[in-house]
């Protein structure tokens, strides 16, 4: 069973900066995607960030393009989420999910992820 276990969160100013980690049970970044879906009060989950080695795929939301970039770190066996220039609308609850690796389509829909951590919360104050 893949566990996931987000870190990182916390509360910031706009315009600063957060690294959120994704550490899995693992070794299974050779083979699953792994993406990043946040969730706000009264709103549904949406996507985010996602990566995927075995189909070289790097992708981020229109929404935090040029913002956020997802990463693999192999010997830390670890995903990061880089979050720059934060803004209120990015707060949340942020949570790693991962599957094995799915067609492109699929990857930025949380419908075809089984394996979720619990979230990290991120807040930014304006």
């Known amino acids: 069973q893949v566990q996931l276990v987000e870190s990182g969160g916390g509360l910031v100013q706009a315009g600063d900066s957060l690294r959120l980690s994704c550490a899995a049970s693992?070794?299974?970044?050779?083979?699953?995607?792994v993406a990043w879906f946040r969730q706000a009060p009264g709103k549904e989950r949406e996507f985010v960030a996602v990566i995927s080695r075995s189909r070289g795929v790097t992708r981020v939301a229109d929404s935090v393009k040029g913002r956020f970039t997802i990463s693999i770190d192999n010997a830390k066996n670890a995903v990061y989420l880089q979050m720059n220039s934060l803004k209120p609308e990015d707060t949340g609850v942020y949570y790693c999910a991962a599957d094995r690796t799915m067609i492109l389509s699929s990857m930025f829909d949380a419908r075809h992820y089984d394996h979720w951590g619990k979230g990290t919360q991120v807040t930014v104050s304006s």
């Open positions: 693992g070794r299974i970044f050779s083979s699953y995607a």
